[in-house]
T-cell receptor, first 114, second 115 residues
Framework: GENVEQHPSTLSVQEGDSAVIKCTYS??????FPWYKQELGKRPQLIID?????GEKKDQRIAVTLNKTAKHFSLHITETQPEDSAVYFC?????????????FGKGTMLLVSP | DTGVSQDPRHKITKRGQNVTFRCDPI?????LYWYRQTLGQGPEFLTY????????KSRLLSDRFSAERPKGSFSTLEIQRTEQGDSAMYLC?????????????FGPGTRLTVL
C-alpha cells in the first residue's frame, strides 16, 4: 500500500519567515495530494491540494509543489503568522472513478513565534 | 452547522465494554470514511462507504470493529470488547465523488478512552 513520509516533525520559525514541509510517497499511482491543518483539539481542515497533472498551486501565502518523478511534494508558507501555528499533515491518494482513501504523513508541528 | 458532525465527542469506557459512535456527513456527500488518530500521528484509514456499501476495510479494523451506513446517510462505528489499545480519536470524514477529486471534510472526532 501507499506510504507517506513527512519531514520535519517539528518546525519553529519567526513571524514573517517562510516555512517548508516536505513529503514523499511510495505509490506512483497516487495522483491527489491534499494538505490539512489541525489546530490543537480541532478537526483537520483542508488548506490546499494538488493533482498530479499540475506541478505547482498557490493560494495567497500557501503554495504546494509536486515532483512526480521523485515522488515528493512540499508545502510552502510565506510570511508566517502566529495563527499559522498548528500541526500540518500531508496525504496522498489514488483518485479515480472508484474510491480514493487518504494515506497521511505523521504530521509537522509548526510553531510561529511573534 | 452544515459540516460533518460526530457523537459523542468524548467517551470513557472500561476495558471489555462495547461502544458505538455516530457520524453524520455533509448531507449531499455520498462517500463516508472512518479514520483513527493517535497522539502524534496522522489519521489512519479504517473503512470507507460509498452510499450504503462498505467498499474497503483496513487491516487495522479487527473483527471487534464493525461499521454500518444503513441508509447511505449517517454511519455508526461499533467497537466490541474494547481494549486499552483502542484509545484514540476516531474521525469521520465525508466527500462528494465528482471529477475524481477527493476533498474530504472531517468531523470533530470522538475521543475514546479505555480504562
Amino acid at each position: 500500500g501507499e506510504n507517506v513520509e513527512q519531514h520535519p516533525s517539528t518546525l519553529s520559525v519567526q513571524e514573517g519567515d517562510s516555512a517548508v514541509i516536505k513529503c514523499t510517497y511510495s505509490d506512483s499511482a497516487s495522483n491527489y495530494f491534499p494538505w490539512y491543518k489541525q489546530e490543537l483539539g480541532k478537526r483537520p481542515q483542508l488548506i490546499i491540494d494538488i493533482r498530479s497533472n499540475v506541478g505547482e498551486k498557490k493560494d495567497q501565502r500557501i503554495a504546494v509543489t509536486l515532483n512526480k518523478t521523485a515522488k515528493h511534494f512540499s508545502l510552502h508558507i510565506t510570511e508566517t503568522q502566529p495563527e499559522d501555528s498548528a500541526v500540518y499533515f500531508c496525504a496522498a491518494s489514488i483518485g479515480n472513478s472508484g474510491y480514493s482513501t487518504l494515506t497521511f504523513g505523521k504530521g509537522t508541528m509548526l510553531l510561529v513565534s511573534p | 452547522d452544515t459540516g460533518v458532525s460526530q457523537d459523542p465527542r468524548h467517551k470513557i469506557t472500561k476495558r471489555g465494554q462495547n461502544v458505538t459512535f455516530r457520524c453524520d456527513p455533509i448531507s449531499e456527500h455520498n462517500r463516508l470514511y472512518w479514520y483513527r488518530q493517535t497522539l502524534g500521528q496522522g489519521p489512519e484509514f479504517l473503512t470507507y462507504f460509498q452510499n450504503e456499501a462498505q467498499l474497503e476495510k483496513s487491516r487495522l479494523l479487527s473483527d471487534r470493529f464493525s461499521a454500518e451506513r444503513p441508509k447511505g446517510s449517517f454511519s455508526t462505528l461499533e467497537i466490541q470488547r474494547t481494549e486499552q489499545g483502542d484509545s484514540a480519536m476516531y474521525l469521520c470524514a465525508s466527500s462528494l465523488s465528482s471529477g475524481g477529486r477527493n476533498e474530504q471534510f472531517f468531523g470533530p472526532g470522538t475521543r475514546l478512552t479505555v480504562l
